[in-house]
């Protein structure tokens, strides 16, 4: 029997995972923070440009291009409580609001909070093929007092408002990374789970070089994901913690993300009323 194509093999496994697309977008509204799972990014499907690539990596990008080519269904604004308790266990409570406004070539993704000293009021522009990143200055309320500052790849590396969720976790930005490669599937926190690995190949001092990912099979969420430093040490771990049903979606109420070498945790819960 004739093996198939490597294109041939790319449109099965996108038509597999489209499956549990739509579970997903339902209940994005509720995930702003993951909203960065939505990320469009250009991997070319052509024979020649993976026919060198083992399996797990050709089937490792064809899953992470599907987390991202998938848009949220609608604009919409969220809110919710950054809990921080920092390495010395000390908490503080931040309000943080998010809202999403879609386009027709983009999607922008605004993060306002509370923490003005530390200018913590972030933009994530979603376009095909790579986010863009600003910090703002002003007042969102009034939109020709806001100026954008562009945040480079390294200033993205940095927290969002003091708390373990750094700037370019808001956009899953390992998800643009080119080291995309299937591990393994097995079951995490009673979810069937695909492990996706994504590789940086250039890390910086203070970012991440590797970010395992334990996806749902059925709805593509992010069961639990690992993040890993500069020197291949494990350094977050983050995954969602109660899960709520809200006119007739499941949702995520809250998420938690540790530092496991510092020993700070920051807790992010959503308000789900009214969804």
Wanted: glycine fraction near 8%; hydrophobic fraction near 35%; aromatic fraction near 10%.
């Amino acid at each position: 029997m004739k093996s198939a194509s490597v294109g041939e093999r790319f449109q099965t496994g996108r038509a597999e995972l489209l499956r549990g697309l739509n579970f997903w977008r339902r209940g994005s509204a509720a995930l702003p923070l993951l909203t960065g799972a939505f990320l469009l990014i250009a991997f070319d499907a052509r024979a020649e440009t993976t026919n060198t690539l083992p399996d797990a990596e050709i089937q490792g990008r064809q899953l992470a291009q599907q987390l991202c080519e998938a848009r949220p269904a609608e604009n919409f604004t969220n809110t919710g409580i950054l809990k921080i308790r920092d390495s010395k266990g000390r908490t503080m409570n931040i309000s943080v609001q998010f809202s999403t406004r879609i386009t027709q070539s983009n999607w922008k993704t605004i993060y306002q909070t509370t923490c003005r000293s530390n200018g913590t009021d972030v933009v994530v522009i979603h376009r095909p093929g790579n986010n863009e990143y600003f910090m703002a200055e002003g007042d969102f309320l009034v939109p020709d007092a806001q100026k954008l500052r562009v945040l480079t790849n390294n200033e993205t590396m940095f927290p969002f408002c003091s708390s373990d969720f750094w700037i370019a976790d808001l956009g899953l930005e390992f998800f643009h990374w080119p080291g995309q490669k299937i591990l393994k599937k097995e079951v995490k926190r009673s979810r069937g789970c695909t492990v996706l690995e994504s590789t940086n190949p250039n890390p910086t001092t203070n970012g991440y070089s590797r970010v395992v990912c334990w996806i749902d099979s059925e709805t593509l969420g992010i069961v639990q994901a690992q993040a890993y430093d500069a020197q291949g040490k494990l350094l977050k771990e983050f995954y969602p913690k109660d899960i709520k049903k809200v006119q007739g979606q499941w949702q995520v109420e809250s998420m938690e993300i540790d530092n496991v070498q510092t020993g700070s945790r920051t807790r992010l819960e959503f308000d789900l009323k009214g969804h």
